[in-house]
């Protein structure tokens, strides 16, 4: 099945700066790739999610990167503030057939210093 | 507020018993997926559902079982409980049938097995 790494498991940045986490996928008929920020008392919610035929997608200060070919994706978050202090989850999938187990990395500890 | 609904937000049983735990979808959603969140197995797929049958099952315990009723609310029954099923028990739903695509999570059930 599939196997989703994800780094680092705590990040810490200074407010205004730049925060990037990494994962890596070993299916490689994954073909989509979403992440999810979850706060304290709150469940994961989608903030981007990116599909294999597409190398980035940005919104606003989010953007996500994927290389099939290394089958690797990363999240870049810039202008970091400090309501961006989260546990970030990557995730992969495939989707048709019979196979629609979305697997999670074991998520990123982002805080960000005022 | 994602739009599902979680209930209860809190349970604590002993060991041997059985709870219940119910999930209301976003208006319209038809897919109900239940996941579990423990800190050793971080987001684990547990089961989904649309409307109203099984579609696709994950590392879910035989003494675990789900429905979705008609009115596309979702049960999840833990049975003979132990104590390594203290977790954080989530539902989520999305309109799509065959992906996993635009998951929108509750808050959760904090389950405690004492």
């Known amino acids: 099945g599939e196997n989703v790494e994800q780094h680092p498991s705590t990040l810490s940045v200074q407010e205004g700066d730049s925060a990037v986490i990494k994962c890596t996928y070993s299916?490689?008929?994954?073909?989509?790739f979403p992440w999810y920020k979850q706060e304290l008392g709150k469940g994961p919610q989608l903030i981007i999610d990116?599909?294999?035929?597409?190398g980035e997608k940005k919104d606003q200060r989010i953007a996500v990167t994927l290389n099939k070919t290394a089958k690797h994706f990363s999240l870049h978050i810039t202008e970091t503030q400090p309501e961006d202090s989260a546990v970030y989850f990557c995730?992969?999938?495939?989707?048709?057939?019979?196979?629609?187990?979305?697997?999670f990395g074991k998520g990123t500890l982002l805080t960000v210093n005022p | 507020d994602s739009g599902v609904t979680q209930t209860p937000k809190h349970l604590i049983t002993a060991t041997g018993q059985r709870v219940t735990l119910r999930c209301s979808p976003r208006?319209?959603?038809?897919?109900v997926y239940w996941y579990q969140q423990s800190l050793d197995q971080g987001l684990q797929f547990l089961i989904q559902?649309?409307?109203?049958?099984?579609?696709a099952k994950g590392n879910i315990l035989e003494r675990f079982s789900a429905q979705q009723f008609p009115d596309l609310h979702s049960e999840l029954n833990l049975s003979s409980l132990e104590l390594g099923d203290s977790a954080l028990y989530f539902c989520?739903?999305?309109?799509?049938?065959?992906?996993?695509?635009?998951?929108?999570f509750g808050s959760g059930t904090q389950l405690s097995v004492l």
């Open positions: 990116i599909r294999s035929n597409v």
């Open positions: 559902y649309y409307n109203g049958e099984e579609r």
């Open positions: 989520a739903s999305s309109a799509f049938r065959g992906t996993n695509e635009k998951l929108f």
């Open positions: 299916d490689s008929a994954s073909n989509y």
């Open positions: 208006s319209g959603d038809l897919s």
């Open positions: 995730a992969a999938s495939r989707s048709g057939g019979s196979n629609y187990k979305l697997t």
